[in-house]
């Protein structure tokens, strides 16, 4: 299978492992549901899923355990993404070409459907790995997920990024802010995928390597589109980041070192991962390039 | 030890262990970690942790396993007191006398304050009962507890409770929004906390109940605080859930039935959890006196 259609494969595997964890709507409860599902079915990436099955993949694991781990991070990721938009924080209208959560559904139901997907996140966990996994191995992808979702990792992040706008930078504090902020979820989808797997200490750590130079390279990516993007492709403003005067990679080191900086990361991850596995992360080498190419 | 030198006891220990889990500030990270203490030792009466706590100890359990548990709750309370008082839900500037955490740190952060306290308990469950706990133990008391915070449980009764505001209510509503706002985490309290002291099938099910009832007995206790209370005592207004036209126990019954109801509760639960551990359930059966007597 191309690489295209297999993403096309098990974004539909995601998405339909997702609706298992949609209990049918009641009267009472039904609004935080279709809440929670408006944002989770907007057309999002599927990065952090597809990253977490392939990991799982590559090390030779049984699909069946990264699908669990795949959707809790989309339902984090996703929750994460309603806050951010958020009057209080971003104060953005469009995501991805739609309204945001708040603009339909109110601020309130807004914060409360983040809540809600960030611990469904960690019921989906725990039920989804029974019997799939060792109990011990669903208590590690616990916690790397709560870890790296957390103060320690994207919340912290989160924090530096609104604490950093209108104030001088440093590359530092960027790369303080881009470890956490998206750094952290993206390496947590691929060391929990690679856990789901069964993977040994040299894969995983391999995988972490490759994780963290696509991690960064994503960022940087993000905020070139952000800069010079297709508004209509990406579906929000584009130079926001500008106005808002945000830290961001190209602001600091310029457009041209910013794309060869991004360039140099995906090939040394590239070569990282070859390494170890060969020709069976054909999947990881071509996401990495979809990584660097992408348009939205 | 008399009940009232045994609680200050215990929540010497949980404010101990809860500060175990804050990191040393660093000059990016340190707001958030504020923030998160701010409201976690804002005077805070830890009913959730010394219920896990009791019922640890009630089924003979060890205590160590019993305080990643209370902690986590705790994190979980916390959080849902920030995220309510936000403008865009109840809108209120005090909690127990001192200002709610967004009228100090601003709307973004207490938002993420929040984000981080639910994200950390999961981590601290993960982390804290490693090693104290078989591994199967963990995930069950991590699905009793994500379920319970959730979209089906304390989720779910916050947005079924905003719903309700200025409408037409019923009995089966209030029901509704009981069980799960606050009935759901208590309940998961004294589950979780047997649990971590290895309780069987029929200690379960009877502190369940027992957890049931002085659950339903607390809230209406609340209610009626709300009402006639002392502010001061309270540590916020009173009169608010009439202001606001919040289906309330009193308010759909009257004061008196009220009163009467939550007296039978407290009864039944005592009656319930003495017919199977005597005297060995001496504190819980001083808690259910304690919730329904108490004046703040």
Redesign the interface.
């Known amino acids: 299978m191309d690489f295209s259609n297999y993403l096309k494969h098990i974004t539909q595997l995601v998405d339909d492992y997702l609706k298992q964890y949609f209990?049918p709507k009641s009267e009472?409860?039904g609004?935080?549901?279709t809440a929670?599902e408006y944002s989770l079915f907007a057309g999002g990436k599927r990065l952090r899923p597809i990253l977490a099955i392939l990991a799982n993949q590559v090390v030779g694991g049984d699909l069946a355990a990264a699908l669990p781990v795949a959707c809790a991070l989309e339902f984090i990721h996703t929750?994460s993404l309603i806050?951010d938009d958020?009057p209080?924080?971003d104060n953005d209208d469009y995501r991805r070409g739609k309204l945001t959560n708040h603009k339909v559904y109110?601020?309130?139901?807004a914060?409360?459907a983040?809540?809600?997907l960030?611990?469904?996140a960690?019921?989906l966990?725990?039920?989804g790995?029974?019997n799939l996994l060792?109990?011990?191995e669903?208590?590690?992808i616990?916690?790397e997920i709560?870890?790296a979702?957390?103060?320690?990792g994207m919340?912290?992040g989160?924090?530096?990024d609104?604490?950093a706008e209108g104030h001088s930078s440093s590359g530092e504090?960027l790369e303080?802010i881009y470890n956490r902020k998206t750094g952290a979820l993206i390496k947590a989808a691929i060391r929990a995928g690679a856990l789901s797997g069964g993977c040994n200490q040299e894969q995983l750590e391999v995988l972490t390597t490759y994780a963290e130079k696509i991690g960064l390279s994503f960022q940087i990516i993000d905020d070139i589109l952000d800069l010079i993007g297709d508004e209509d492709k990406i579906g929000k403003r584009v130079g926001s980041d500008l106005k808002n005067n945000k830290l961001t990679y190209p602001n600091l080191y310029g457009l041209d070192f910013s794309r060869k900086k991004a360039q140099q990361l995906v090939d040394e991850a590239k070569k990282e991962i070859f390494a170890l596995f060969g020709d069976k992360c054909e999947y990881l080498l071509a996401l990495a390039d979809y990584i660097l190419n992408r348009d939205r």
Do not use: C, N
Request: glycine share 10%; proline share 7%.
């Open positions: 209990p009472q409860s609004l935080i549901w929670m929750y806050h958020l209080a924080m109110g601020e309130a139901i914060i409360l983040g809540d809600g960030l611990t469904h960690f019921y966990l725990s039920d790995l029974e060792p109990p011990a669903i208590v590690r616990i916690k709560a870890l979702a957390g103060p320690l919340v912290g989160q924090v530096a609104l604490l504090q303080y």
